[in-house]
């Protein structure tokens, strides 16, 4: 049974999400795009139980976000979960068209900025994902940024990532979050992490090193009435991570193939990721895995400290 949230909108909660909700237990939210364009079942499937359960091992709740049917979802059941990792055809939602998926009544899996759009309506405050999206290469002549970066200058949540995605222009990247006014904290590290490396070769920003200071930093953001959300940079372990000097030997292989099939807009992140895992026999995926567990890990503390 599900709990609707809205009078107006088609928007429910999962039961375990409500019951947190109601208790005022921590809540992590979960975008599903890395379910549906991330990686093949049954892969998927078990990627996403076992960062849910890594979530309650942690002392919070869940909530993985999806339009199914036209119905925003704040949290799945395990039967919903199980059939959206075998759907094919699912929209690729960002603010653009969430609304769009709703009103057509499609199924749409959320990217960073559909997903804070939806945390930040059912009141969760934390949200973990793989990379965030950002400034594409070559952006000065196809100008592809993505939302993403508009999203996390609008919209109060902490989103913890392992760094912008490495096929992306990372500077650039941080230049526009710095224009937006977004903080970009590495957790425990002075260099910004490249998503599959531990380091991009730059400066963070800003360092904390506990869930208990990147909670304060949050209050005290909130009680100065500064809007938007802020960046939590967490390093892939050292053990699972791929050396930046050799991704970027694949990265610029798989942009040259791109390129070569004029690959444009929401197909472009997929289809890298795609080549890559091919160009690496599959290390990208593993270590994908690896840096995804590894922020929900910190979510689900970041969401405990925030609640103590």
């Known amino acids: 049974m599900t709990k609707p949230i809205s009078p107006l909108l088609p928007i429910v909660y999962s039961e375990e999400v409500a019951a947190a909700k109601q208790r005022g237990a921590p809540i992590v939210a979960l975008e599903s795009t890395i379910i549906t364009h991330g990686m ?29 049917d036209g119905v925003l979802h704040i949290g799945l059941e395990k039967h919903q979960l199980e059939t959206l990792a075998q759907t094919t055809g699912a929209m690729k939602v960002s603010r653009a068209d969430i609304a769009f998926a709703i009103a ?5 899996a959320t990217t960073v900025a559909a997903t804070m759009i939806a945390a ?20 000065e002549e196809s100008f592809d940024i993505s939302a993403d970066l508009t999203e996390l200058a609008k919209t109060g949540v902490i989103v913890i990532c392992a760094g912008a995605k490495a096929i992306l222009d990372i500077p650039k990247t941080l230049e526009v979050l710095e224009t937006g006014g977004v903080p970009v904290v590495t957790y425990e590290a ?71 099939e004029e690959v444009t807009g929401k197909a472009v992140t997929p289809y890298l990721l795609d080549n890559i895992f091919r160009l690496t026999s599959g290390r990208s995926l593993k270590t994908n895995i690896a840096l995804v567990r ?15």
């Not at 057509?104 to 749409?108: A, K, P, Q």
């Not at 960046?231 to 040259?256: G, H, K, Q, T």
């Not at 590894?294 to 103590?308: C, D, Q």
């Open 40 to 68: 093949p079942y049954p892969g998927n499937i078990e990627m996403a139980q076992g960062v849910e359960e890594l979530i309650r091992q942690e002392g919070a709740v869940p909530a993985t976000i999806a339009v199914i």
């Open 104 to 108: 057509e009544r499609r199924t749409g």
């Open 120 to 139: 930040a309506r059912a009141g969760i405050k934390v949200f973990a994902t793989g990379g965030i999206g950002g400034v594409h290469r070559g952006a």
């Open 190 to 260: 002075t260099e910004f992490p490249a998503f599959w490396s531990r380091s991009s070769g730059l400066q963070s920003p800003l360092t904390l090193n506990s869930p208990a200071a990147i909670a304060n930093f949050q209050t005290t953001r909130e009680q100065l009435g500064i809007e938007g959300g802020m960046l939590i940079a967490n390093p892939v372990p050292e053990e699972d991570e791929i050396p930046r000097e050799e991704m970027e030997i694949y990265i610029s292989r798989a942009i040259a193939n791109a390129e070569r």
């Open 294 to 308: 590894n922020n929900a890990r910190l979510a689900a503390e970041i969401a405990v400290a925030l609640n103590g």
